[in-house]
């Protein structure tokens, strides 16, 4: 006879999700003739011969990805533009009629062999929009589109996510009729059958967009998530592009399907690459904010890295990148959590005691005891007072996400308790910054739970001065 073991509670993430969910943070990569027409969103009229980069090295684009610890890349293989990074059979938009490479380049395809040389995902951004073709907004629009999704999710190797905008309709100049053409947004797409395709094709691949299906917009492009993020979310009545905007950062406690945010942000303010910009790149410290408001509050971040005419990414950014990822390996590189005696109020059975908390195998958790309904906690005790100023913790999203309140506490000399910091959900992963402190004994409690929760990582950490004050919520 088996051991019982705990059950999850409420939607859970699928393989493809779990895999999407430990990339934490990656890139996208924004280019094509808005780089040298100096523009965010092309009008559609843009000549090819403009897009002619003279030293484009997309090796290079990894090695500053891989030095600021992003795990994968997004190629805007079309933008709004409609002009496409790789000789598509289905148009003349596209690379094959600029000079580049005498018109026989395929940024798609390089990309795709760099990341895989890196050992990097690689994924891809297709507009939904369109302001080049003749027939967006008409029915013959959607097998064009679909055409296209086909060709890159066949012929460029594993795509980890899919990335569908949420832009759609407006001024173009579609074919030369120099109009705005306005679709509906809820029907026009017929995503219920295409996004079948993208299984079909990629079945790996997390498919996002405003509402999923697999992954959900976070509603800004601050790098900023909720302070309080559900990965669970109703996408019921909602659409790609419907303009909701304000719980999609939240979620919904009791969401019907497991969706979680992803956090995207610019290096630069804009998201192609502009001269003017070079000084206004994000600062390293900069980027630890976005960070701990991000990846700390349960999202994943998606961080844009915009190729310059060159055809690289400009050595403003590499450097506040890679200085960022070494500022963050500095934070947490030393668990201190891990030499810890550890108790708790309760568990489940001896497998699943508070000891799986501080084990650095993710795959183990401790599980509070389902008959016991007073507070959950957890104590640390260590065999000398520790500084630290950033605590860390996860759920074990494999049993759904549970907690809606907790707090971190460490003792005082005089033996009360002070409270450090607190917070509502955590979900995959929650991080929390306070001034620094140093303790023999420190008390993870939590306070509210829709289930008994199961924790499966918890870490302590001194980051020195690179920790800043908390932001304002």
């Known amino acids: 006879m088996t051991n019982p073991s705990p059950q999850p509670h409420g939607p859970v993430p699928s393989l493809r999700q779990l895999a999407w969910h ?9 280019f094509t003739t808005n780089t040298f027409t100096n523009l965010e969103w092309g009008y559609g009229d843009e000549d090819p011969p403009i897009f002619n980069p003279t030293q484009y090295d997309p090796q290079q684009w990894v090695s500053v990805a891989k030095a600021g610890g992003l795990t994968g890349l997004i190629l805007t293989a079309k933008h709004h533009d409609g002009f496409c990074l790789w000789p598509s059979r289905f148009t003349d938009h596209s690379v094959k009629n600029s000079p580049w490479r005498s018109g026989g380049g395929d940024v798609v395809a390089d990309l795709a062999q760099a990341c895989l040389e890196g050992g990097i995902k690689f994924g891809v951004y297709l507009s939904p929009w369109d302001r080049h073709h003749p027939q ?3 029915p013959e629009y959607i097998q064009y589109y679909r055409n296209q999704l086909q060709e890159l999710l066949t012929q460029y190797g594993e795509i980890f996510e899919v990335w569908f905008d949420g832009a759609n309709g407006g001024n173009g100049w579609y074919g030369g009729a120099n109009e705005r053409r306005r679709i509906d947004a809820a029907t026009y797409y017929d995503w219920p059958n295409t996004w079948p395709l993208v299984r079909q094709w990629q079945p790996g691949a997390v498919m996002f967009s405003d509402t999923g299906p697999d992954v959900r917009w976070v509603g800004n492009e601050q790098g900023i998530g909720a302070d309080t993020t559900w990965c669970t979310f109703s996408p019921a009545g909602r659409y790609p592009g419907d303009g909701k905007i304000a719980d999609q950062g939240c979620g919904h406690e009791n969401g019907t399907h497991w969706i979680p945010p992803e956090t995207d942000v610019s290096i630069r303010p804009g998201w192609f690459y502009h001269a003017s910009e ?11 904010d976005i960070y701990f408001q991000s990846v700390g509050r349960g999202t994943s971040l998606l961080l844009n890295l915009p190729p310059d005419r060159r055809g690289l990414i400009h050595e403003n950014d590499a450097a506040h990148l890679s200085t960022f990822k070494r500022q963050l390996n500095a934070i947490f590189t030393d668990n201190l959590a891990v030499s810890a005696k550890v108790s708790a109020s309760s568990y489940f059975s001896e497998e699943y005691g508070a000891g799986n908390m501080i084990d650095e195998n993710p795959h183990t958790y401790w599980a509070a005891n389902p008959t016991k309904n007073e507070t959950c906690w957890v104590e640390l005790t260590f065999s000398k007072p520790q500084r630290f100023n950033v605590f860390s913790v996860q759920e074990a999203i494999t049993l759904g996400q549970t907690v809606r309140g907790w707090k971190l506490q460490a003792q005082t000399s005089r033996g009360d308790w002070q409270t450090l910091t607190t917070g509502t959900t955590i979900g995959y992963k929650r991080l929390a910054r306070f001034p620094a402190v140093e303790s023999q004994t420190v008390r993870f409690t939590i306070t509210d739970s829709l289930a008994p929760p199961v924790i499966s990582t918890f870490g302590l950490f ?9 932001l304002p919520k």
């Open 22 to 30: 430990q990339l934490e943070t990656y890139g996208f990569i924004h």
């Open 278 to 288: 070079d000084d206004l790149v994000k600062t390293p410290q900069q980027l630890i």
């Open 462 to 470: 001194d980051g020195g001065s690179l920790i800043n004050e908390p």
């Open 136 to 138: 967006y907004g008409k």
